[in-house]
Antibody, heavy 124, light 106 residues
Framework: QFHLVQSGADVKKPGASVKVSCQAS????????IHWVRQAPGQGLEWMGW????????NHAQKFQDRVTMTRDTSIATASMEVRSLSSDDTAVYYC?????????????????WGQGTTVTVSS | SSELTQDPAVSVALGQRVTITCQGD??????ATWYQQKPGQAPVLVIH???NRPSGIPDRFSGSRSRNTASLTITGAQAEDEADYYC?????????FGGGTKLTVL
């Protein structure tokens, strides 16, 4: 079946960067967008952005435009997200999730496969 | 920017019907999706394309949309349905999530 497996938990100091990876299996990696979503402790889901694994094109939520970089390596079916200039507000569980194919501009498909989540703790 | 609004909490008696609603302008132009999240777990897609259930989701879950309001209905709520439910949609710049509704099954 379809799986997304994320990298392990990480602890960072304020001002540092963190990179979270997400390896896909069971489906054609380049056929579906990968979205990144985070959830701060006790809070709701926050959409961060998506990457088209086929073209490498990305789209970020405005608040993350300057601090987040999304990349992919099609040879190992892995998407990654780097967040820079971390603060305590970035302490959260970060999820990757499979979105729809590129032609799904209306959002019909939803996020149907999720990674297990990666806990990132920012603390001095 | 766009936003999606949900009631923070809803309760339902075991075996009864409950509807969770989501309002936002983006729903006029984009499909609604719904996610269930239990404590310590990743979200699970329960409804996509306004009213479509992925395989493996019980048929007691259904969805609808009218103008700027999407609804998730559970007909015959079970104890295992107690969870947080999030609506979501695209908007002109990306994706949105509602604030979530905590469902308690009494």
């Amino acid at each position: 079946q379809f799986h997304l497996v994320q990298s392990g938990a990480d602890v960072k100091k304020p001002g540092a960067s963190v990179k979270v990876s997400c390896q896909a299996s069971g489906y054609t990696f380049t056929g579906y967008y990968i979205h990144w979503v985070r959830q701060a402790p006790g809070q709701g889901l926050e959409w961060m952005g998506w990457i088209d694994p086929n073209s490498g094109a990305t789209n970020h939520a405005q608040k993350f435009q300057d601090r987040v970089t999304m990349t992919r390596d099609t040879s190992i079916a892995t998407a990654s997200m780097e967040v820079r200039s971390l603060s305590s507000d970035d302490t959260a569980v970060y999820y990757c999730a499979r979105g729809g194919p590129p032609f799904d501009s209306s959002g019909y498909h939803g996020l149907d496969v999720w990674g297990q989540g990666t806990t990132v703790t920012v603390s001095s | 920017s766009s936003e999606l609004t949900q009631d923070p909490a809803v309760s339902v008696a075991l075996g009864q019907r409950v509807t969770i609603t989501c309002q936002g302008d983006s729903l006029k132009n984009y499909y609604a999706t719904w996610y269930q999240q239990k404590p310590g777990q990743a979200p699970v897609l329960v409804i996509h394309g306004n009213n479509n259930r992925p395989s493996g989701i019980p048929d007691r879950f259904s969805g609808s949309r009218s103008r700027n309001t999407a609804s998730l209905t559970i007909t015959g709520a079970q104890a295992e349905d107690e969870a947080d439910y999030y609506c979501s949609s695209r908007d002109n710049s990306g994706n949105l999530f509602g604030g979530g509704t905590k469902l308690t099954v009494l």
